[in-house]
């Protein structure tokens, strides 16, 4: 037995794999190619995407701080108007109190100095008695 080279075997195995390399580039190469291709132009998309979102995040981002402290800032005025206003309707009410116990004094010390003049007058009635009561009290010592 020897071993011979057969030109017909060569040539059917040469376009044999001719065949084979044509069919793996059209069915697997070419579809994985693209696939990949596809793939990294859509990677590539949503990184631009993404660098885009990031932008429009910072700028929401910063309209909420300042609508934040916006928010804060009246939050502070309301509460300085509110404390203000209690204040004044605090020493209104304490005004209105003083003014009330110092008519109850003014009318208090009017009602004393009515209550000493009859006094006075009740005692200046009685004194004669008064004297005669003590006139007979130093008689009888």
């Known amino acids: 037995m ?3 080279l057969n030109p017909y075997l060569m040539l059917l195995v040469f376009i044999t794999f001719m065949v084979l390399i044509y ?6 190469f070419k579809p994985v190619l693209a696939f990949m291709s596809n793939r990294e ?21 910063q309209e909420i701080e300042q609508t934040l402290s ?12 509110a404390t203000k206003e209690a204040k004044t309707m605090y020493e209104d009410k304490i005004n209105a109190k003083k003014a009330e116990n110092e008519n ?5 010390k009017n009602e004393l100095e009515e209550q000493k003049s009859q006094l006075y007058t009740e005692l200046v009635g009685q004194l004669p008695v ?8 130093l008689k009888q010592i």
Do not use: D, H, P, V
């Not at 109850?104 to 208090?108: E, T, Y």
């Not at 008064?130 to 009290?137: C, D, R, S």
């Open 104 to 108: 109850k004094l003014a009318q208090c």
């Open 70 to 81: 916006l928010a804060r800032k009246e939050g502070a005025q309301i509460l300085e108007q």
């Open 41 to 61: 132009s859509f990677i590539e998309r949503e990184m631009t995407n993404t660098q885009n979102y990031k932008g429009e995040i910072e700028k929401i981002e």
């Open 130 to 137: 008064f004297k005669t009561a003590l006139n007979t009290k």
């Open 23 to 28: 069919l793996l580039n059209q069915w697997l």
């Open 2 to 4: 020897s071993i011979t």
